[in-house]
């Protein structure tokens, strides 16, 4: 059993604390303001853009989960996290391996290109040209953490397409546009079964790629979903020129070291979204 740090704890990190405490190990969560009912997890209040917050905490840790998102959208929010709060976080916890939450925006491919860990990452907007900076500054730092791009995420309280599907979208059909997504517990499940690899000894890639089975197009998940939920189909969006279009991504590498989905594809999650 491990003493693990997990920063950030949202939906995703304080499900995993739960998880791994359930399972034996000793989970010290970080947070900047620790709920009250601690379900069992040992919460330190800081905030890792002050460094002199975090000096205080202790470093004995066995591994660091990094799962920390930025409060808006903003340049600024974005720097905070991934440059102030990152570095002030590896001061503090570089003797230890990482488990870095990443995106798979940091790809720039939208031409539906298929992408895994060793496609080209050459983002276009700032965010991710962020995120992908933080990559390649926790690896130089630390070269025995994990990066792990998470596609978009969803789940219960992430459910911005059923709602979308509800409103009888407008939506490209041709050419078409493709969606990678993961649903939330797939997101838990990864982290943990990568932690148990490292724990047993396995020998772990620097990048992980997380992301189920099935890239979809948006046109096909929506009138999916609508036609579940009794809705009117989606209308078809006309595209003037060339429209571009998202990546697809591929998850081998992760399915090659034994992980199996819980939800392989968009009609296992979002089919049990609906049934609720």
Same mark, same amino acid.
């Not at 069992?40 to 066995?62: C, E, M, N, V, W």
């Not at 078809?236 to 992980?259: F, M, T």
């Given at each position: 059993?491990?003493?693990?740090?997990?920063?950030?704890?949202?939906?995703?990190?304080?499900?995993?604390?739960?998880?791994?405490?359930?399972?034996?190990?000793?989970?010290?969560?970080?947070?900047?303001?620790?709920?009250?009912?601690?379900?069992?997890?040992?919460?330190?209040?800081?905030?890792?853009?002050?460094?002199?917050?975090?000096?205080?905490?202790?470093?004995?840790?066995?591994?660091?989960?990094?799962?920390?998102?930025?409060?808006?959208?903003?340049?600024?929010?974005?720097?905070?996290?991934?440059?102030?709060?990152?570095?002030?976080?590896?001061?503090?916890?570089?003797?230890?391996?990482?488990?870095?939450?990443?995106?798979?925006?940091?790809?720039?491919?939208?031409?539906?290109?298929?992408?895994?860990?060793?496609? !080209?990452?050459?983002? /276009? $907007?700032?965010?991710? *040209?962020?995120? %992908?900076?933080?990559?390649?500054?926790? #690896?130089? @730092?630390?070269?025995?953490?994990?990066?792990?791009?998470?596609?978009?995420?969803?789940?219960?309280?992430?459910?911005?397409?059923?709602?979308?599907?509800?409103?009888?979208?407008?939506?490209?059909?041709? !050419?078409?546009?493709? /969606? $990678?997504?993961?649903? *939330?517990?797939? %997101?838990?499940?990864?982290?943990?079964? #990568?932690? @148990?690899?490292?724990?047993?000894?396995?020998?772990?890639?620097?990048?992980?790629?997380?992301?189920?089975?099935?890239?979809?197009?948006?046109?096909?998940?929506?009138?999916?979903?609508?036609?579940?939920?009794?809705?009117?189909?989606?209308?078809?969006?006309?595209?003037?020129?060339?429209?571009?279009?998202?990546?697809?991504?591929?998850?081998?590498?992760?399915?090659?070291?034994?992980?199996?989905?819980?939800?392989?594809?968009?009609?296992?999650?979002?089919?049990?979204?609906?049934?609720?």
């Amino acid at each position: 059993m491990a003493k693990l740090l997990i920063i950030g704890c949202g939906a995703i990190g304080s499900t995993l604390a739960r998880h791994l405490t359930a399972q034996g190990h000793q989970v010290t969560g970080l947070k900047r303001h620790p709920p009250v009912e601690n379900d069992g997890i040992d919460y330190l209040a800081a905030d890792i853009a002050s460094a002199q917050q975090l000096q205080k905490l202790p470093d004995d840790f066995d591994a660091v989960f990094f799962i920390v998102s930025a409060d808006g959208r903003t340049e600024q929010s974005y720097r905070m996290v991934y440059e102030t709060g990152l570095g002030n976080a590896l001061a503090k916890f570089q003797q230890q391996p990482w488990f870095f939450v990443s995106s798979t925006s940091v790809y720039g491919q939208s031409q539906g290109e298929w992408v895994d860990e060793n496609s !080209p990452t050459e983002p /276009t $907007n700032l965010t991710s *040209q962020l995120i %992908c900076q933080a990559e390649q500054r926790l #690896l130089a @730092a630390n070269a025995n953490s994990v990066i792990v791009r998470f596609s978009g995420i969803y789940g219960p309280g992430r459910e911005y397409l059923l709602r979308s599907a509800q409103q009888t979208p407008s939506i490209q059909q041709t !050419p078409p546009y493709y /969606t $990678n997504r993961i649903h *939330q517990q797939d %997101c838990v499940g990864v982290l943990a079964f #990568l932690l @148990a690899q490292r724990l047993a000894g396995v020998a772990l890639d620097n990048c992980y790629l997380a992301s189920d089975d099935n890239p979809a197009t948006m046109w096909e998940v929506i009138s999916w979903l609508a036609e579940q939920l009794n809705c009117p189909a989606p209308t078809l969006k006309s595209i003037d020129g060339i429209a571009d279009q998202n990546k697809r991504c591929q998850n081998q590498r992760l399915k090659a070291l034994g992980y199996e989905f819980r939800y392989p594809d968009y009609q296992a999650g979002y089919g049990e979204l609906v049934k609720r």
